[in-house]
């Protein structure tokens, strides 16, 4: 025989074996096998089986419901289908797993259900998004709909005839997934978590169907010019190519990320990303091996996932940094799904650690992978260190850092925008503690999936109050907010890094940046310390704050402390009568204005019990200085609001200022004894002892010692020699700061 032809029907038998591996995207036969051969031997894996089992046999039983579609979220024909789609990805895997058919049919007559329903569907009746899907309210809940399903079909593929795959491709999946991407270009061609969401949708569908055009959709975008922006390099990999428009899901990996992996939407948006990102690419991984999907962009997807769990606080939450909603944590399953596959990966045993801690394992060949390595493993504490992430594609938009030591960490944020999700709070900060937050970023006003509130969706008051500058802790000029509230200004720019220290041997972390365009003629300088001293039972966070304006305004620091307020040392007469708000607008018109007063002395201190502790801010002031206390809620007529309180120090008709206050940890208060222990701090004076353009020198003192702290605003060089005099006594330095301690 021709020795052509014979390599040509080599090939077409090598086609339709590989044609004939089912599954394909994220259970492989060979991982099947493995984890059919562990059933019975590997605990954890089974316990995650029989209660999915359980879950889906009950179901079985109880019949399903496929609607037609009306609701917003958290409405009965929402959550149905959610709960479908879920249900069908389950009942898939147990199939694979067990080898029943019986879950094979479940998902079968359920896909025949909507295969009927599709072509009848008109968009959905609520007309509430940009993107308005048809089983859904948005295109992206119906994105996520077709991640799970085509996992589900893959599983049943070889379940299914011909003529029902036929059926299936041609009434559902097809048309699915061009209505997402061709008849929603806005929603599938641009880059933010939404469009990374439709992205994988239809590239695991494609991968499903083996359908190569929904691939190159899913792969490169839309093309509106003929033009790929990507060619296959040398090493069978992809490179960009200059001067044309990206979309799809590689320019997701080439614009979502930092080069440290920090998601510039935030952890709780990253959190919610990470899925469709490490679920099509584990796909692609088993699919087109010769993208080395995982090693793209230096190992992008490894790096975000480490950046996720370590932007967690101490008890676990993502940091509500942007729109967040508080409470999301390391054990949701997106982060589950991803530490299972990046170990199945990378082997890594830091991530073992996070898995024990996460108690859970992804029902997938990944997370029997865990499981099994689970079992004679030890697992270790999770010692998270001071971490920076750099935002922006190349990581010089400014960024995120969290400083750790001991049990107190404080995040501090100057980073980008963050698109539509980013708040207007540059050069804010939150802190926090082994009990929980200290002060409080707000989060996003929002109650997810709630039908009560809105359909789940995002609140009046999420952009009037959550994204504005006076709900951070952080300087307000003039009562408005940074970039006057507008996303497109605020994209333009970013704030600089000006210094970064987290490995400090003498017990401090330090970050210092610049944001001099949040406002016209406006130049902010913040600088914050973890500090940890002997004299101290906790770390102290020291904060520095210098803002310098072309004309006199007024300027506001807000404290949002979590917890009940204990002393002061200033007297403000609490409203006993009647309450006003505390402005008009930019967020003031949701404060309650509960006191005011001017502050006399040269510092104020404010004590407040949370999280069974005691902690006092203390902060240097000067004559006609201005506190106020209120709280969150007013204007605010569906009670969508906390009620939260806040500190505001107002210094007004200033060109320039500088903001210095110590927050100490101190003391707990035991409900059960009813004995307190230190319950005030230690601090007794503070002062700004100088302060112009290129130098600021502040000091602060307890009952035995005094520290002092200079610090260079200019030159950031690590051996400048600095000298000035402050006081009538010379001081002089070398680097960005010095840091002195002394016998009173």
Known sequence: MNSSIVFILTLCLLSTCLEAQRP????????????????????????????????????????????????????????????????????????????????????????????????????????RSYATGKIFWQCLNDANWLVFTSQAYDCIYNYLSADDRKVLEKDLFIPFANFLSEDNPRFFNRIHNHSTWANAAVGLMALAMKNDELLEKALYGLKDDGIN??????????????????????????????????FSEGPYYQRYAIFPFLVFSHALENNKPELKIFEYRDNILQKATMALLHLTDPQGNFFAINDAQKGMNFRSYELV????????????????????AQNDIAFNETGFIMSESLKDYSPKSIGKKSVFFGDGVDGDEGGIAVMRIDDSEALFKFSAQ?????????????????????????????????????????????????????????????QKSQYESSVKKAEEHHPELYYLDLESSQGVNM?????????????????????????????????????????ASDFDLPFWYQGHFMKSSFDCEKNGSSLTPLGEDHGYQHIWKESSCKVEDEEYSFNWFANEKFYTITGAT?????????????????????????????KSGRESATYFNVIESHGKYSRLTEIPNQPFGQIEEMSVDYADERYVVCSFANTENIWQIYFSLQDNGPKSIHKITVNGSPITWDGVYKIVKSKK
């Open 229 to 262: 922006p990507y060619e296959l390099d040398n090493d069978g990999g992809y490179i960009k190519k200059e001067g044309v428009y990206q979309a799809g899901f590689l320019a997701q990996l080439d614009y979502s990320f930092s080069p440290e992996g920090y």
């Open 511 to 551: 970050v210092s940046a610049v944001e001099n365009n949040a406002y016209a003629n406006v130049d902010m300088h913040r600088t914050v310390i973890m500090y940890a001293d002997p004299a101290f039972v906790n770390p102290l966070l020291i904060d520095i704050f210098s803002v310098k304006s072309d004309e």
């Open 418 to 478: 963050g698109m539509g999700h980013g708040h207007f709070d540059r050069l804010s900060y939150s802190l926090f503690d082994d009990g929980g937050e200290v002060l409080q970023d707000y989060g996003a006003v929002r109650w997810v999936n709630l039908d009560q509130k809105g359909g789940g969706r995002y609140l009046p008051e999420n952009k009037t109050f959550g994204k504005q500058t006076v709900g951070h802790n952080t300087i307000v000029v003039n």
């Open 622 to 650: 000067e004559k006609g200085d201005e506190i106020i206390m209120g709280r969150s809620g007013a204007n605010d007529p569906n009670f969508n609001l906390r009620s939260d309180p806040v500190l505001i120090h107002r």
């Open 24 to 127: 394909c995207l994220t259970l492989t036969e060979e991982g099947v096998a493995k984890v059919q051969e562990g059933i019975g031997i590997s605990a954890l894996f089974d316990t995650k089986l029989e209660s999915i089992k359980k879950e889906v046999d009950q179901q079985i039983e109880l019949g399903f419901d496929v609607p037609i579609p009306k609701d917003m979220a958290g409405g009965y024909t929402h959550e149905r289908h959610k709960f479908n789609y879920k249900l069908m990805h389950k009942a898939g895997n147990l199939y694979q797993f067990t080898g029943d058919e019986k879950y094979a049919k479940f998902v079968k007559d359920m896909l025949f259900v909507y295969a009927e329903m599709y072509p009848t569907l008109p968009v959905h009746p609520t007309q």
């Open 337 to 356: 799904t991803a530490v299972d596959l990046m170990y199945s990966i990378s082997g890594d045993d830091l991530l073992l650690d996070w898995a024990a």
